[in-house]
């Protein structure tokens, strides 16, 4: 059984709470937040003890730290935990620097221990599904991928302002998804996007509509279009048109009703937003770690992973205000 | 907090035991079972006590009971817990005997207890959502309701045996959905069936297909279809035709992949069976449990509820072996 | 190259005229109707002549006559053509009166020419699919058919009190369609029925509303719905479950366009009517015609069918008036 | 009624064939070809005139002709017919040069004759619905429009070294579709390819896979995925976000079969290609061309119109070779 500390007790880390509680091989010993009380009310739903971040990195008890604070102090805290001989699992964005992001990687190298990033949609039942069907060659050689991703509506400016913006906060689950799915970093990035849906996001120096386009070195080409709004639902899908087929991840719908009228036919929308959606991928996602660290096997999806990802976030931002496309290899770090 | 004790601890009563102890507002005391090392093991996993039935009835600080043990011990366990003062939520069937059922009634109404039938589809998410848009007059007044409910697989002949034939163990739920959706009984009941996925099956006296047509008195028709064999899964739907339009619940599928290939466009089944698809229901329906027991109002499936179908199980199997329509008031009970 | 003579020159003769003149094997040489000015309309429209039926059957350089006449005009005109040498394609009911069609079927027995009844959902594309998996054995043995199939509004009254009522004029193509899909006659019929769509259609001695069940020797089971209302438009779905599978023909829609709003994701109707739904099918079903003709080989739909659908039609009417199941075998004929 | 010349031939001249001989306002009267005895052959088929290109341009009686001949000749035919004073619709594109297309629409100009271009998806059922409710204000101002534009399969090579490559051939109709949904041009084109489907057609100098991303002055982007193979079926698929809401154009199916086995759900594929998927639309682009020639109102689809089309596949091919974004401003002509 590990002894799971909890860094953050916001909304992300309520439902990691959950997934830690509920997996057998797994308690939940102690929960921090920059808030004290915070931490003391989901510590009181879980029955745990509140702590200090300090104090729960200090304790030799626990195993393993997850990191759901502030995307400013995940590099840091990823840094303490696995001094102290943790294993982490860090919610993406690494960092918003892709300096600081390789500075703690080669920090955590020394140190041997397994750090996982937090990019759960690979554990959503979906896209496993259609990755494995891949994998099992059912549509032959992968050609050409697009990726949907629409937010239901945008955050609050306060919040995109602290962002990092749309690549390095939104589309960097998208760039992951790519790299699941592809199975190797893309040559070059190009990216453009404009904010179409509400012009204080782009007062705010950022987008909130972009198509990036990658391309492979053996001549794969993938797609990703991101939009802050889609007030039907949360819209996440994916298609990957292969040698012998294609692959299409839809949306999952809030229920099966149909309702035929005079008015047209209509069914449920897509489930509202990640908590909804992606429920049962991060219960897979604490459950792969924790077997990842049981069995001494690699994490699935490691500090490398967030740092690729961010890289070419990094170089997708370089394209928007370039106006060019940019090679990933150009990207310093 | 509630304090349950659960009477039965075979595959169902697993499902109810998550369901009792993931409500914040019951706990789950203790499990009985007719094998005890089977009671000792799900007690083990819920953290609980294991003791005999008797001792569970008899413990006064146990507010309420869930009965998930064999279809024969129903009536008598209902009995028993309600006269110690029990609230209760029985599996269906009440009984395979509509007079067993009846004199359980008439005990219980002496009680002033509270006894909830397991009809858990009523909690099924899209059924639900499917009654509060007829409710909501989306489409006009119901005229022509449609239930298709096949099981994916037959079950053993022993069990079929002891089953007290499609219509009580099978078609009932189905006969409750009917009730729960047109909100009135029927007036006759007309049935037809035979053995035509395995002669084994009639050779036992049962039957593994059926079509049941239901009439209202002001007109209205329902027909349910029942299979004990459909091998691409649990097929559970549901259509409603009104004066104004069409409600359907489609099956809820194990995924939302898609893959085209040269062979066609393929997508995922539907959930294998009723743990699969019903899980939802299961919580929910504990939930609603609780919360009539709470608040002291009425409990939302009545043992009335539970009798009524019973009695329209009763009626097609008294069709069936007629070769005639038989009419609701002719059933004796 | 067949000359045609087409008899009747309303709405669905207008179809037939079409087919006919589309065909390269067949040419539209006549057109007659009881109201001339129509039959000169349409001649006019397809460039051939308008003439009297009398003249139209008189003539031995008329190959076929297509009968698009009112109902009560077949039996006869199918006796005069086939007398006169000619081959018939007509349209369906044979007659209301099952007596009368067993004569019609006797007479043109004397003549050996071949008469063809205009069962034209036969010939749908997705129908005719749909019997093709089955024949392939896709889903191995067929056990329980549903047919689905509801007209968008009710006719005009007056048209109800000379239709023969909904199970010959409506369901008798679902009868047929059963017949098709079965390929056998069911052992008994079992019928219920209501007006609850307009009173009015009670009042003029008929119902709007109906589900008959069809029992065959060897166990399987149809169950067929009507109802003479959707609001939402043609509902025309047939499904046949099997012991290795379900297959089902759905609706055609009106177009593919979906539309995702804050209400809910939208998509087309069913096309809206039989002239929309089942176009291809009457020119699929006038090819199938011609080359039976041309090629000596029995036309696809007998005379023997078309009175075995009437005969199903006369077992529902009386299941409906006596409340009970009615023997194929009781019917007189 | 107008009388129509039809110059070519070949299968899209044989489609034309029939759209111009089944509607009302037209008359088929003459074919040509450069082969004579193909135009003998379609002028048999449709009981009309086999003459040479000369004769009839030259034919007073004729009053417009359907240009259907090969792409280097379409520039020429278009100057020699509007300047004999005939109406022209000439299938796309107008030329692979735009130096050459521009020269023909100045001297289409002077002759102040209507010329329509064939860009038949403009007309097709689907997308014409979906531009019709987002005229309507549907799904409020578009922002983000994607077009799915998959052939079945790789034409020959023979064919792919005079097509001008798959800019100007094959995503020319895309373009297009662009055009007539974002009712604007866009501001720059920035496009990758690649030639993984086959390596000889990357030997032969073109690509068989694409994405184009087009951003226009507002801020809206649209891009466009291109691939020579679909083993499926012909993937033909719009969807455009707006503030409020999505539309999307799906694929047509063969049928409407679906069948459930153990191996999963199964539909039809996508109709195989232009010829099944875009029939209805050639027809109801001749029945528009025909309109606007007989009211004397503009032609919907105008000469500008081709030119713009190919002038964003220049863009596109040069945006491919120079590896950047192309401003539409800098494409010469």
Not at 315 to 328: D, F, H, I, N, W
Request: proline share 5%; charged share 20%.
């Amino acid at each position: 059984m590990l002894k799971i500390g909890l860094l953050g007790a916001g909304r992300i880390a309520g439902v990691h709470a959950t997934a830690i509680s509920s997996n057998p091989l797994s308690t939940l010993a102690a929960v921090s937040d920059y808030i004290p009380e915070n931490a003391e009310e989901l510590a009181a739903e879980y029955d745990c003890a509140a702590r200090t971040t300090e104090e729960i990195i200090a304790d030799k008890s626990i195993d393993a730290v997850l990191i759901a604070t502030s995307t400013d102090t995940h590099s840091g805290l990823i840094e303490a935990a696995t001094a102290a001989g943790k294993a982490v699992l860090c919610e993406k964005p690494v960092d918003l620097s892709l300096a600081r992001a390789r500075a703690c990687q080669a920090a955590v190298a020394k140190t041997g221990k397994p750090v996982m990033i937090g990019f759960n949609r690979r554990f959503d039942p979906n896209f496993s599904t259609l990755r494995a069907a891949l994998e099992a060659g059912e549509i032959g050689k992968p050609e050409l991928l697009s990726i949907t991703s629409f937010d239901p509506a945008p955050p609050p400016i306060a919040y995109i302002m602290v962002s990092g913006g749309l690549f390095r906060d939104m589309m960097i689950h998208d760039f992951d998804m790519a790299n699941f799915l592809m199975g190797s970093a893309p040559e070059s990035v190009s990216a453009v996007g404009s904010s179409i849906v509400d012009p204080e996001i782009g007062a705010a120096g950022d987008i909130d509509t972009a198509v990036v386009t990658l391309t492979y070195a053996d001549g794969r080409i993938a797609v990703i279009k991101n939009s802050r709004r889609a007030v039907y639902g949360y819209d996440q899908r994916v298609e990957l048109l292969g040698s012998k087929g294609l692959l299409q991840a839809q949306n999952m719908l809030e229920n099966t009703v149909v309702k035929s009228t005079e008015a047209g036919v209509t069914s449920a929308k897509p489930t509202y937003f990640f908590l909804e959606r992606y429920m049962p991928s991060y219960a897979n996602e604490w459950g792969a770690f924790v077997q990842a660290i049981q069995t001494g096997t690699p994490v699935p999806v490691s500090l490398e992973d967030g740092v690729l990802a961010l890289k070419m976030a990094e170089a997708a931002a370089q394209s928007v205000s370039e106006g060019r496309p940019v090679k990933l290899s150009e990207v310093a770090g």
